[in-house]
């Protein structure tokens, strides 16, 4: 796909997600197509956050099972894991830079939730907000030099340079708009949004400033895979793939309980 269309395709691509079957929130990873499915970890308590690295050879998420929300990292050929962030209070939402050298993500150790980058081990932690807003689900620019998240009561999006500053308002043109995935090529950011009650899934055009609904019906938890056309997302009990300009929708992945959260290697 790359050597015809100069675009990265998404076959090769990891999928991992939260899923409920054992009766706990556990991490599981399964290719594009929902094939080589396998549960990740076993820690029989409070699994959340997964996030793939770029490569899809790592996945962060934040376990409770020490009893409190830390941040792990798992090498996915070894099995490795290892807990990198630790501090005080709740670290959650980490998300890899598209290099993989840092992670992004979401600590109250200095008592507000606030955004925080580190070193992909957890070290040289630098605080990026400094608001009364909680601030959450952090999201890389393809370049590494930006980060765009929500914050606020009901949420919007902003974005705030990966080295420190105040936060910009992103406009979106509707009254909730969380959970931000910046698409690989930096051209839209899918979002989730209200919707008749339940949530929906939009993308907005960065260069345009227009946005749009591109997928209802419960649809949450939006991320983008390597070609920048195909989103993954939860609804209830299935992981589903859509094609953003023709709307077509595939299951992935059933049959595990509730699941959520799923992110996209690239």
Request: hydrophobic share 30%; with cysteine.
């Amino acid at each position: 796909v790359l050597a015809l269309t100069k675009q990265h395709g998404i076959a090769g691509g990891k999928i991992a997600f939260i899923a409920t079957k054992t009766g706990h929130k556990e991490v599981y990873l399964c290719d594009t197509d929902g094939g080589n499915l396998r549960q990740l970890t076993s820690d029989a308590n409070i699994s959340v956050g997964p996030a793939l690295s770029p490569n899809g050879r790592r996945l962060a998420y934040t376990s409770y099972k020490s009893g409190y929300a830390d941040i792990y990292v798992i090498d996915l050929a070894s099995g490795q894991r290892q807990r990198v962030v630790k501090f005080p209070g709740t670290n959650t939402g980490a998300a890899f830079s598209p290099d993989g050298g840092r992670l992004a993500m979401t600590c109250s150790k200095d008592g507000n939730p606030e955004l925080y980058v580190t070193d992909a081990n957890g070290g040289n932690a630098r605080r990026l907000t400094h608001t009364p807003d909680v601030e959450s689900s952090p999201s890389w620019s393809p370049d590494g030099s930006e980060i765009i998240y929500d914050a606020g009561v009901p949420p919007q999006l902003y974005r705030i340079s990966a080295g420190g500053g105040s936060g910009r308002r992103v406009g979106t043109g509707f009254g909730y708009a969380a959970e931000p995935d910046w698409s690989p090529d930096g051209k839209r950011v899918a979002f989730n949004v209200r919707e008749g009650g339940g949530f929906a899934i939009a993308v907005l055009d960065l260069d345009s400033g227009t946005a749009r609904t591109v997928c209802g019906a419960d649809a949450q938890d939006p991320v983008w895979g390597a070609d920048s056309r195909h989103l993954v997302y939860s609804s209830g009990d299935a992981i589903n793939l859509l094609d953003v300009p023709t709307g077509k929708k595939t299951r992935v992945v059933s049959g595990l309980g509730k699941v959520s959260e799923p992110t996209w290697s690239r």
